[in-house]
């Protein structure tokens, strides 16, 4: 009874697992339906009293395959906004659940497969242990068809291989025909490139903006991961355009301080009375 449970409980949750291994868009989507799949197998194994492939299932294929998973997830990339945006509601709680139910049929195949009492018929059947059982028969009674599921999964790989493999029908453009089609076709603007973070009295960092000929901030010149994280600092408070006002009265005090200076060296130059009155007095 309990048996005949398991089974309509978790054959819906492999199939569905495994559906949504071939219809999700996204990859860590699919390594998930996997793992959910792989692991209801290993409880199915179990539960036939196969410990071997149930702990050869989860290690293999939900451990080793998994792993594969990941390392292309890594490679690939996943986009910011699909960590970030939680598009299936509620999928915390549910993943809670699913969680609590896979701890729960763990631990009941378990308690299940530790029991002192055996099938019957099973010790006749595997006189020599469960793993030389299964041993024995693919590698005896099924080595043909485990050959041909072998060599099925060898041409999958290098079809797989074959067909992701492109040719190049242009060669690499290398940096200097890169820089040579900027200037070329770009705007003379941007053929520098973007401008470089500013540095002001205060602050000289890469989240403060740069400074344009015109006295406004480049946004451009903030990396876009700090204006993402809110770490980068406002455009608005060094955003200031001088004015007609601001211009005259620079001009004006520039003047003034010519002036000035003008005047000391001018004093300087010139000798004092009572020096004069010296002179002639020792000259008389």
Not at 10 to 32: D, F, N, Q, T, Y
Request: proline share 5%.
């Amino acid at each position: 009874m309990g048996e005949a449970a398991l089974f309509w409980i978790m054959a819906p949750i492999a199939v569905l697992g495994a559906l949504g291994l071939v219809l999700s868009r996204k990859a860590v989507h699919g390594a998930l339906s996997l793992a959910v799949t792989m692991i209801s197998l290993a409880l199915f194994y179990i539960a036939q009293e196969a410990a071997f492939l149930g702990v050869v299932q989860i290690v293999v294929y939900t451990g080793a395959i998994m792993m594969l998973f990941l390392f292309v997830i890594m490679l690939v990339g996943v986009d910011s906004s699909d960590s970030r945006v939680e598009t299936i509601r509620n999928q915390r709680a549910a993943a809670t659940l699913a969680v609590l139910g896979v701890i729960v049929l763990l631990t009941a195949v378990t308690v299940r497969a530790t029991l002192p009492e055996e099938p019957a018929g099973l010790t006749q059947a595997t006189p020599d242990g469960n793993v030389a059982a299964i041993a024995d028969l693919i590698f005896g009674t099924y080595v043909w068809a485990f050959e041909v599921v072998a060599a099925l999964l060898i041409t999958a790989a290098v079809g797989a291989m074959t067909l992701t493999h492109r040719e190049r029908i242009f060669n690499r453009p290398t940096q200097k025909e890169l820089s040579i089609k900027r200037f070329s076709e770009g705007a003379p603007g941007d053929a520098a490139g973007l401008p470089v973070p500013g540095v002001y009295a205060r602050h000289n960092a890469v989240d403060t903006p740069a400074l344009l000929p015109d006295g406004t901030p480049s946004e451009a010149s903030i990396n876009r991961v700090l204006v993402a994280r809110g770490a980068a600092r406002s455009t608005e408070e060094f955003r200031h355009r001088p004015t007609p006002a601001d211009i005259e009265a620079g001009a004006t005090e520039t003047r003034s301080s010519v002036e000035g200076e003008g005047r000391l060296a001018s004093d300087a130059d010139e000798p004092a009375a009572g020096d004069d009155d010296t002179t002639g007095g020792e000259r008389a």
